[in-house]
């Protein structure tokens, strides 16, 4: 279920935090707009903004992978789906470089497809009388295609005590297209105070789960009652009631 509700000052902190962050990844030799990447049946190509602050030249190379998880962990493999041109540039200081990507395959019928575009800075030879450790940036960013039908994200919560100090949150994804939980609290029912808080930022795919271990009070016992879960995310918030389970 998703709507707004009422936020705590300790939740309107963690807010304030992420609208600060501009939409922008910045390294040491280069920043990117925008941050994410969505595609769909309607717009299948998109630009992406490679900008050089620096006082050298950058130069980076493309790489395009297929993003899947199994069992809470994310994997990657190389991927011709997705063609990103150009596949290596270089970007003088000052200047900016326009990489388009786009998609070679349908979209998927009724799901989300996801990827990840990855920027590597290729290491440029040392300065004469440098001395210390050169670091190559590397920057991987979220891509999505969306479905030829409309998807939507549709998380299943769930807790679980594991022990006196840890509870095991646990969101299943059961719809079409992923779902990303930026930050979460917990807080038995009848009562004002979260017993944990959570702050990520957990990218949930179609047909996957994540867990979470979160501390808390020793004296604590929760498992049979209600526990209040309160998550926001890039589809909405969510408020919800959980019975706490016990292992």
Do not use: C
Request: overall charge neutral.
């Amino acid at each position: 279920m998703a709507n707004n509700f009422w936020r705590p000052a300790w939740l309107t902190s963690l807010i304030l935090i992420a609208v600060i962050v501009p939409a922008t990844v910045k390294g040491a030799g280069f920043q990117v707009s925008p941050i994410r990447v969505t595609l769909s049946p309607e717009d299948k190509s998109s630009a992406l903004t490679v900008r050089n602050d620096g006082d050298r030249p950058v130069i980076v190379q493309v790489q395009t992978v297929e993003w899947t998880q199994s069992d809470g962990r994310d994997s990657y493999k190389p991927t011709e789906d997705i063609l990103a041109t150009p596949p290596i540039f270089t970007v003088q200081p000052g200047k900016v470089q326009i990489l388009r990507v786009g998609l070679r395959r349908a979209p998927d019928e009724v799901k989300e497809l996801s990827y990840r575009i990855y920027l590597q800075e290729v290491p440029s030879t040392a300065q004469p009388g440098f001395q210390g450790l050169q670091v190559a940036l590397r920057l991987g960013l979220p891509m999505f295609v969306q479905a030829q039908q409309h998807a939507s994200a549709a998380l299943k919560w769930s807790v679980e005590q594991i022990d006196r100090e840890r509870l095991k949150v646990r969101a299943m994804n059961e719809g079409m297209a992923h779902m990303q939980v930026t930050d979460f609290a917990l807080t038995p029912v009848g009562e004002d105070r979260p017993i944990a808080v959570e702050q990520v930022a957990t990218y949930v795919l179609p047909g996957q789960a994540h867990e979470w271990l979160l501390p808390i009070d020793p004296v604590t016992k929760l498992s049979g009652r209600k526990i209040r879960l309160k998550a926001y995310t890039d589809a909405g918030n969510a408020d919800v009631e959980v019975v706490v389970e016990k292992k």
